[in-house]
């Protein structure tokens, strides 16, 4: 009697690949949600500028840089202006030290969204 349509291993590499995809998901919308309780995706979007950069753009600038992520920690929650042109990003004084990491680390990782609309990159 043969019960299994297809081999053990293959149902059991599908169901890993869908709790990755799951993960990843759950990921986005957690980065998402920090930066619209945070206000920056009124400035930011994943793939074109509003007032600030685009955080593709910035994810292509930092990428791989040493330091990177803790100069990005600073300037955000401070603010400040002259990296992309004349307009300031006021100071982010609300968001905390965790989440601020989370989103940058996700924007560096290019797994950031800022409210769904991003294009799924390949
Ligand atoms: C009022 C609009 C505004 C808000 C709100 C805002 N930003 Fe910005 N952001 C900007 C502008 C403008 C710049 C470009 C500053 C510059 O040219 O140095 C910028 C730059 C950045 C950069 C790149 C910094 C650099 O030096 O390259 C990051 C990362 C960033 N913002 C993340 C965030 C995060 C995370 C939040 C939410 C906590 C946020 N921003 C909220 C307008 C904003």
Redesign the pocket.
């Known amino acids: 009697m043969k019960l299994a349509p297809f081999p053990r291993w293959a149902t059991l590499s599908l169901s890993m690949m869908i709790c990755a995809l799951a993960g990843k998901a759950a990921a986005d919308e957690i980065t998402t949600s920090i930066?619209k309780a945070?206000?920056?995706n009124?400035?930011?979007a994943q793939a074109e500028q509003i007032?600030?950069?685009a955080f593709d753009a910035?994810r292509k600038?930092y990428e791989g840089q040493k330091g990177a992520l803790d100069m990005?920690a600073n300037?955000?929650r401070l603010g400040?202006?002259?990296?992309?042109?004349q307009?300031?990003?006021?100071p982010?004084p609300q968001?905390s030290d965790a989440d601020?990491r989370l989103?940058?680390k996700a924007?560096l990782a290019g797994e950031s969204t800022s409210g769904g609309s991003a294009p799924a990159r390949p």
Do not use: S, Y
Not at 87 to 90: D, E, I, L
């Open positions: 930066l945070n206000g920056c009124n400035c930011h007032v600030g950069p910035v600038k990005l300037k955000v400040g202006t002259g990296v992309w042109g307009v300031a990003m006021p982010n968001i601020l989103v940058l924007i």
